[in-house]
């Protein structure tokens, strides 16, 4: 198993762009999550699913956008990136609402110039 | 407000050596797990150490333990015979329920260095 997929690993934006970090998982896992770390701190929740054709946001959601048309795919769409979204993006995923643990993926850095 | 505090930005210890990374959290929740995520630099987050709430024994995995105060809400990770590759960022984490989903809340880390 590969585990969770992060593409792209490192992306520069110019301010106004558009783009979608995609992020597979291969274990069939119904939870999954999309979180960015801003420089010298922890992890925030952007969005999460519970399963396919479910998400709703979590913490900081303002300027993305997410979908989950199949268990393995949750892509997140940044919208007329800003400075602010300068940050490292990871996604997660979980088995189901008996498991514990969240599987990461290995991250994109993402800067906004 | 579901929140997670560790009052330590960096930490510097020999090898060999044991160290305790402090974390506090606040909740109403009674049932909840706590987590110890270890980043080194590759960013990779990896979980070091898991408890429940409901369990009154302290966790262990090998040469990490933990101290877990529920009436303090306290949650310490000890790292005895520290090796250089445990060099990394520590991140404290708290899984609460939201709807079904249970997400995990974060502090803001701890830069552990093991020197040589």
């Known amino acids: 198993n590969a585990g969770v997929t992060q593409t792209p690993k490192f992306r520069i934006l110019k301010i106004g762009q558009s783009m979608t970090l995609q992020c597979t998982q291969d274990?069939?896992?119904?939870?999954m999550y999309w979180y960015r770390q801003d420089p010298g701190m922890g992890l925030k929740l952007i969005y999460y699913s519970v399963g396919a054709g479910i998400t709703d946001k979590g913490e900081v959601p303002n300027g993305y956008n997410v979908s989950r048309s199949t268990t393995e795919d949750f892509p997140l769409r940044l919208e007329l990136a800003a400075p602010s979204q300068t940050s490292v993006y990871f996604c997660a995923s979980r088995q189901g609402a008996n498991s514990y643990e969240q599987y990461f993926g290995p991250g994109t850095r993402l800067t906004v110039t | 407000a579901q929140t997670v505090t560790q009052s330590q930005p960096e930490m510097s210890v020999q090898e060999a050596e044991t160290v305790t990374l402090s974390c506090t959290y606040d909740?109403?929740?009674?049932?909840?797990?706590l987590f110890w995520y270890k980043q080194p630099p590759s960013r990779q987050m990896i979980l070091v150490i898991r408890q429940e709430a409901y369990k009154q024994q302290n966790a262990t995995e090998n040469r990490f333990s933990v101290n877990f105060q529920k009436a303090a809400k306290s949650f310490s990770l000890k790292i005895s015979d520290s090796q250089l590759g445990d060099t990394a960022m520590y991140f404290c984490a708290f899984m609460i329920a939201i709807q079904g989903a249970q997400k995990l809340v974060f502090g803001q880390g701890t830069r552990l260095t093991i020197n040589p």
């Open positions: 909740t109403s929740e009674s049932n909840y797990y």
């Open positions: 274990m069939n896992h119904n939870y």
